[in-house]
Structures are given as C-alpha cells and as structure tokens.
C-alpha cells in the first residue's frame, strides 16, 4: 500500500534551519529535504521509515518549507498562484505519489475543505488518518478525517464521543537519533527544561506555575520559543495580526527587563497596548521565567541538549491531566537522560516510577528529588540507562507502526 504523511513544520524553526544553512535553498529538492529529515524535528520520517518496514511504500511531505517545495515545483515545471504555492504545490505532490493512505499530521492548515478537494482530484486516496495532540478551534476538519488519532487518552474519548473513530496512540522513538548524538562527553547541565511555554487555556498555565517554583529554589536552566525572533520582513507583516505583534512586542520587551507599564508609556507601546491590554498581560510568560531562558532548540540541538542533561523536566499539557501522553517521555529516555515527569494515573503502564522515570506531584516534590538525584550519581546513572532501556525495547516507531498498521487493515 502506498502511503503518504503531510506534514508541516513550525514557521520558525525553518527559517532558522534555512538561516543556518544560507546555500541550502539553491540545492536540488531531494538535498534540502534530505538535510530536513536527517535533522530528525519531530516525527521526521520515523513513521514511514517504520511503515516501510511492514511493506508500505511511503512518501513524507514538508509543506510549509516554502524553498523546499517551491523547488519541487520548478523541478516539475508546476505553475501556482503565489499566494496558494502552499496547497497547490502539495496537492500536485500527492496527486503524482496516488497514495491509498494519507497521514495528516496537522489539524489546522490543511482545512476541510482542501480534504475534500483532495478526495476528488486524487481518487487514490481510501483512508485518511490524522493525529490530533493539543487543543483545537475549529472541529469541522475531523469530519473528513476516516480516522482521529491521538496520544491523549482525554482526546480520544472526546473524539469518539463526537462520533470520530479515533484511537489512542502513544509517541515513540527512533534509535537512529543515537547515532547523529556526541555521546564523548559526560552531561554539562545538572537540571534542564527543553520545551514550549504557551500561556493559553488548556495548554501550558500549569507548566508556567512548575516552573516559576523551579527557578525559584533550583539552578534549572531552560530553552524555550520565550526570546523572540525580529519581526519579519514588511512585506511578511500581513501575516500577522495587530495583536500577535503587540503580543510579540510585550513578550520581547520583557525579554529585556523593560516592563509592560513602561513600554505601554511610549506612543507605539501604548497603541500596542490599548488593543487588547487584558488579552496581552494573560498571555505574557512571567518575566522571571523569561529572563532564565535560553533561545529554543529544535531536532538534533535538541536531542543533543537533553543528551547533555543530567536530569531533565517535563510536565504535560493541560489538556491531558490525566494521562502521561507526550513526545518529551520518550525523548528524554531515549537519549538516556535521566527524567522527571508529573505523575499520572497511567505512567506505570509506560515507565516503572522512580525506577526508570523520576516523578512529582507537586513542585516541592520535584523540587527534593531534583536535589536528591543530583546528589546520588550512580542512582540518578541506573534510573537514566533503565529509562532508556525500556524505550529502546518497548517504545520505538517500529513497535507504534504496528498498532498503526492494525488499524488501517481493520478500516480499508
């Protein structure tokens, strides 16, 4: 079966990726999307790598790496409507592959509409499947989705009782990130967060408290996506909205000290500021915890940042309160870095607590067996290699492309 995963990435991480690289947007198509996948950001091509496995001939698509696929289509002689090279540009790419399963791993670009379009010019396609992991505005997608999976147990539930056939699939590793990793050197870090803090309703405002007390009473160094890149170029700005730039305005100021009060003094400050005061002030990441962070990691930095960790954190999404779900238990523990959850009603099913996994209930948990580990090498080395030991037997692609596998045979 031929089998296709639309992907998109993080605006922000591409253009870093790009920035890095200045001669890579004049190589051939399959040299930057080579130099894209052997980063390993998010799910790579872990999925199709292990689909591939089990006999499906398999295609990923980056469809928002804008050189990359304005590439493809010269390469193709395709002719699109600038402003649509997105979706034009992708649907030739599925239409030429024809595949009998599409992945969706993104819910709010590639909209209901555009499915349906998809359905009809490529009538290849039997099965579309998407993932679902975070909070959603606009449910109508998951109507033309055949299948709604999620790591979130919450969600699935959800899902199903909206009448979605959905299921529940847990995130993984691919062992290959081992072998792009320097390994030559003991830890650096004692303590560390590698993650998103986005302070909106059912995503991260207890992750915020956590680590507000974390900063507090420890030495925990953070990267997150809190220091703001520069404003695009003018001719990006219509992309934007006025409140996301006065959103990133108030976040950058923070940045460096200067607070919303005085920046709201100033004649573009308080323009700024007067288009939604109260929205801006809820959603600004406390300045304490601003001030502590490092530029955001991405793909192989990041592996290598948790690699370099002699313990790392991780706290969950607000929408899954009950459920160890994320892609950070299975990062962490891949690379052998000894980690430290909240805990959930469900973890034992993944990880033994406390012997292959740290866990917390609270910050002042955390905060004494952050301290307590750090003091204790050999234990805080025997809980890393067995965390690491149970991923790479249990918790690898290959073995989630099988449960992938069982359900598209059960809906084809």
Request: with cysteine; hydrophobic share 40%.
């Amino acid at each position: 079966m031929r089998l296709l995963k639309l992907g998109i990435y993080p605006r922000v991480y591409i253009d870093q990726f790009y920035a890095a690289r200045p001669h890579l947007a004049s190589e051939p198509y399959t040299g930057q999307f080579d130099a894209l996948i052997e980063d390993c950001f998010g799910s790579s091509d872990f999925w199709t790598q292990a689909l591939g496995g089990l006999g499906y001939e398999t295609l990923d698509l980056i469809a928002n790496a804008e050189a990359l696929q304005k590439r493809w289509a010269t390469e193709h002689d395709l002719s699109y409507q600038e402003g649509e090279w997105l979706f034009e540009i992708a649907l030739a790419q599925i239409k030429a592959f024809r595949p009998a399963a599409l992945i969706v791993a993104d819910y709010s670009t590639f909209s209901a509409a555009f499915l349906r379009r998809l359905r009809r010019e490529c009538p290849s396609i039997r099965l579309i499947i998407g993932w679902c992991g975070a909070p959603y505005r606009d449910g109508e997608v998951f109507h033309e989705w055949d299948i709604v999976l999620s790591c979130i147990p919450e969600l699935v539930a959800h899902f199903q009782s909206n009448g979605h056939k959905s299921f529940h699939l847990n995130h993984a590793f691919d062992e290959r990130i081992l072998r792009k990793l320097n390994d030559a050197q003991e830890p650096k870090v004692d303590f560390s967060f590698v993650g998103s803090v986005l302070k909106q309703n059912q995503f991260h405002l207890e992750r915020e408290k956590i680590l507000l007390s974390l900063i507090e009473q420890t030495d925990l160094r953070i990267w997150s996506d809190l220091r703001l890149a520069p404003l695009p170029p003018s001719s990006m700005l219509n992309n934007f909205s006025p409140r996301s730039l006065a959103r990133n305005l108030f976040q950058t100021a923070q940045t460096f000290g200067i607070s919303a009060r005085l920046l709201a003094a100033t004649p573009f400050g308080g323009r700024a500021a007067r288009l939604d005061s109260a929205t801006i002030d809820s959603q600004l990441v406390d300045s304490r915890i601003v001030r502590r962070s490092d530029p955001a990691l991405y793909g192989l930095d990041m592996f290598q940042k948790l690699r370099d960790s002699r313990v790392t954190l991780n706290t969950h999404i607000d929408i899954s309160p009950l459920s160890a779900s994320n892609m950070r238990l299975f990062e962490a523990t891949g690379v052998g870095s000894c980690l430290i959850t909240d805990w959930k009603t469900n973890l034992a099913e993944l990880f033994e607590p406390d012997m292959e996994v740290l866990t917390y209930r609270h910050p002042d948990e955390c905060v004494e067996k952050v301290k307590y580990i750090l003091d204790h090498e050999s234990e805080r080395c025997a809980i890393a290699a067995a965390g690491q030991r149970r991923t790479l037997s249990e918790h690898t692609f290959f073995s989630r492309a099988a449960r992938i596998d069982e359900i598209i045979n059960e809906s084809c």
